[in-house]
């Protein structure tokens, strides 16, 4: 079984929508969650931390949910410039690399 | 501040070819990873490094690949013999330590593009 999990996509939305992705992770002794973008031919970039209580960064909100094994993130508004891949990647416990999803590829449609 | 800087950004070579790749991380970054991105999927660890000694390199196949940070700065990796499923996109990333907030961030430079034929 995979360390990280997503749905490859691809996603395609219009402009406004709202968009959101999960991602599940394996390994419970999972300590720390993010979500990185990554434009075509370019490379990730973080987008936001994931902590224990949710966090939200402007259109951008990202969850964490511990007893599923689930970290989401929801983009709400969406603008063209949001078109691009989503990775979301784990760090366990004592451990500083991070193991990445494939990535979710989103397209937003004028 | 200056990013991760790599090089080449490009590289063809046949099967069975040597080829080396050189990274510089952010200046004063002590931990420096290797990852390879094979189309379609996410970053895979290959190689971690903290200052010049590995952490982890339990992803790196050794058999061909090797990778060194002789001084804890600069780090190249090296494929040899190089072949066909070693077409990925090889990123270097750095983060500032090994200790301390479990949100350190890891910022990646722009990767070196390798196609192998």
């Known amino acids: 079984r995979k360390e990280v999990e997503q749905d490859p996509g691809p996603f395609n939305v219009p402009e406004g929508a709202t968009v959101a992705f999960n991602c599940t992770y394996s390994?419970?002794?999972?300590?720390?969650f993010f979500w990185y973008r990554q434009d075509c031919r370019k490379e990730p970039k973080l987008l936001m931390s994931?902590?224990?209580s949710g966090n939200e960064d402007g259109r951008f909100t990202a969850q964490l949910n511990r007893a599923s094994q689930y970290i989401s993130l929801l983009i709400r508004d969406s603008k063209l410039s949001d078109s691009a891949t989503y990775l979301c990647?784990?760090?366990?416990?004592?451990?500083?690399?991070?193991?990445f999803g494939t990535g979710t590829r989103l397209t937003v449609i004028p | 501040e200056a990013g991760v800087a790599q090089s080449p950004r490009y590289k063809i070579i046949e099967k069975r070819q040597s080829v080396a790749f050189w990274c510089n991380p952010i200046?004063?970054?002590?931990?420096l990873y290797w990852y390879q991105q094979i189309l379609g999927q996410g970053p895979k660890l290959l190689i971690q490094?903290?200052?010049?000694?590995?952490?982890?390199d339990s992803q790196l196949p050794k058999d061909r690949f090797s990778a060194e940070r002789l001084k804890g700065v600069d780090s190249t990796l090296k494929i040899q013999p190089a072949k066909l499923e070693d077409s990925a996109v090889y990123l270097c990333?750095?983060?500032?330590?090994?200790?301390?907030?479990?949100?350190?961030?890891?910022?990646f430079g722009p990767g070196t593009r390798l196609t192998v034929l």
């Open positions: 990333a750095s983060s500032p330590s090994l200790a301390g907030s479990s949100y350190n961030e890891q910022f």
């Open positions: 390994n419970s002794a999972s300590q720390s």
């Open positions: 994931v902590y224990s």
């Open positions: 990647a784990v760090r366990q416990t004592g451990a500083n690399n991070l193991f």
């Open positions: 200046s004063g970054h002590a931990t």
């Open positions: 490094f903290q200052n010049n000694g590995v952490v982890d």
